[in-house]
Nanobody
Framework: QGQLVESGGGLVQPGGSLRLSCTYSLSDFRIYTANWFRQGPDKQRELVAEVASGGDTSYIDSVKGRFTISRDNAKKTVYLQMNNLKPEDTAVYSC???????????????WGQGTQVTVAS
């Protein structure tokens, strides 16, 4: 069913920026809904941002105005631009996609492996 390949995590100072990318590995894939989740140290996993099939986006309150989710359907890629990062944004970020592949529109529901984002001085 293919896999998601994530990149872009790392260590950044407070106030800095990072852009996460998440790309589906197989051809002939149409993204329906995509989201980014995160799980910080000793915290439950939370849904950070979502982009729907029509392009509508939604965010948790704590990242509104700082994070932007976007998609490039031709590249089968979803991005999370994170600006003005704060120490409380430190977490493992994972992407998730639901879509369809091939002429028969086989449904695909797939998760990325997670990428570490650390915000510290």
């Amino acid at each position: 069913q293919g896999q998601l390949v994530e990149s872009g995590g790392g260590l950044v100072q407070p106030g800095g920026s990072l852009r996460l990318s998440c790309t589906y590995s197989l051809s002939d894939f149409r993204i329906y809904t995509a989201n980014w989740f995160r799980q910080g140290p000793d915290k439950q996993r939370e849904l950070v941002a979502e982009v729907a099939s029509g392009g509508d986006t939604s965010y948790i309150d704590s990242v509104k105005g700082r994070f932007t989710i976007s998609r490039d359907n031709a590249k089968k890629t979803v991005y999370l631009q994170m600006n003005n990062l704060k120490p409380e944004d430190t977490a493992v970020y994972s992407c998730h996609m639901q879509g369809a592949r091939g002429a028969l529109a086989m449904l695909v529901d797939v998760w990325g492996q997670g990428t570490q984002v650390t915000v510290a001085s």
